[in-house]
């Protein structure tokens, strides 16, 4: 699908050294665009992903260290670009605890990676995608931003705050050739999902089957896991001709569980 028809075009990926955002930058170069990697670490490996990406898939690639929780942060890695056709906000994070307790530390991180970052960037990257005279922006949202779930307060808060920047992005933007929409998943294996298992099971007493069928995907009616690739392929799609027309909207990849 859509073979190579990003060739000229740069994507900025935030939050891309693993889970969601690798697999779209990886998309994304597979359909010929440059890349820019982002994470808040600056290792070697981080440099090495680049290289291979860039090998894989015959376009440049870079890695620019830059931390989403900063406005400055998210402004420079922008400019640092030098040019932005395609901007996927993807850096998330996740913390589970009743609002009582809820770290305040914590708090002020989910919305400011999860939610403020979006801001920055997308004020960033708009003078230079209506300089350019085409632009398209992701936000990879949740199921979290249509639903909710006790105990993730500053995730729903953040995911559905997504979906409304999305909403007024999508209207900025209207009548130029610019779209910003949402990607809403539902339960994705990556290192995130992964990470919250082994506290599931301690807590219900549970194998780690159990979890992932009687919890995380008891709320997925598809009773399977959205993949990367899927979310990868949703997005290029949202970066064709084909969806010039759908903007400030969310487009689901939940198995069903918004339908519900
Ligand atoms: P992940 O932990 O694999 O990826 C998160 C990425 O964000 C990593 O690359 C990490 O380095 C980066 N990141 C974290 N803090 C950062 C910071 N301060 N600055 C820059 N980058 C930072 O998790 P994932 O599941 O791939 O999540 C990616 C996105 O997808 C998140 O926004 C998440 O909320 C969303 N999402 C995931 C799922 C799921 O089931 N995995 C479901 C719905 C939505």
Redesign the pocket.
Known sequence: MFERFLVGKTAIV?????????GVAQRLARAGADIVL????DRPEDHDLAARLAADHGVVVRYIQ????RGDECRALIDKAGGCDILVN?????HVAPIPDFPVDKWDAIIA??LS?AFHTTAAALPQMRKAGWGRIVN?????GLTASPYKSA?VAA?HGIVGLTKVTGLETAREPITCNAV??????????EAQIPDTMKEYGMTRDEVIQNVMLQRQPSKDFATIEQLGDTVVFLCSESAAQITGTTISVDGGWTAL
């Open positions: 935030t939050g891309s050294n693993s889970g969601i955002g690798l982002n994470s808040f670490t830059a931390d989403m929780s993807n850096a998330g994070i996740q990676i999860n970052s990879i949202a949740s199921a979290h995730y995911k809403c998943p539902g339960y994705v294996l990556t290192p995130l999902v």
